[in-house]
C-alpha cells in the first residue's frame, strides 16, 4: 500500500476558513472536511465481504488495522470504473477505519464559509441527503460531502 500525504493548500480568502480535501468521483468534484481525513492511499488486496452492503467494496489490512472499503462510485449510483487505479481516502468514524474509494484526490482548499451555497433543488435526491452544501469554484461546483451521513446510510441500510 502506498500513502501519499495532502501537502498542497491554496487560500482563497484572507481569513481563516473551512478547509477541504478535494476528491474526484466521476466527474463531479467533492469536497471533504480536512479534519476527516486521516490519509490518502492506493488500496491492495481488498479482500470482499460475502453478504455485505453493495457499496462495501471489502477490507483491507493497512499497517495491521483492518479497513472498510467504501465504495463511492456505487454509493452515488454512478457507473463501476474499469481503470483499477483508484485511490482511497482514509477516515476514522466512531472508532472504526474506512477507506473512501475515489477516483483522485486533488487539493487542499481553504474556503470562506459565507460563500457556502445551499445544495441546488436540482441535485439528485440520493446525493443530496450526503451533501451538506455547495461551493461555486472556477467553472465547477464543489459538493461537501458529509461523511457521517454517507457512512449512517450504510448502516440504515443494514437495519433494513
Known sequence: MTSTSLVLARQENTGAGAQYVTVRIGPQLFGLPIEMVHEVFVPDHIT????SNHEIEGVLNLRGRIVTMINMRSMLGLPALEDTRRMAVGIEH???SF???I???GEVLVLDPARKETNPTNLDPHWADIVTGVYRLKGQLMLV???DLALG???TARAA
Open 103 to 105: 477516483d483522485e484526490v
Open 145 to 147: 460531502l458529509d461523511v
Open 99 to 101: 477507506g473512501l474509494m
Open 153 to 155: 446510510r450504510l448502516n
Open 48 to 51: 470482499r465481504v460475502p453478504l
Open 94 to 96: 466512531h472508532g472504526e
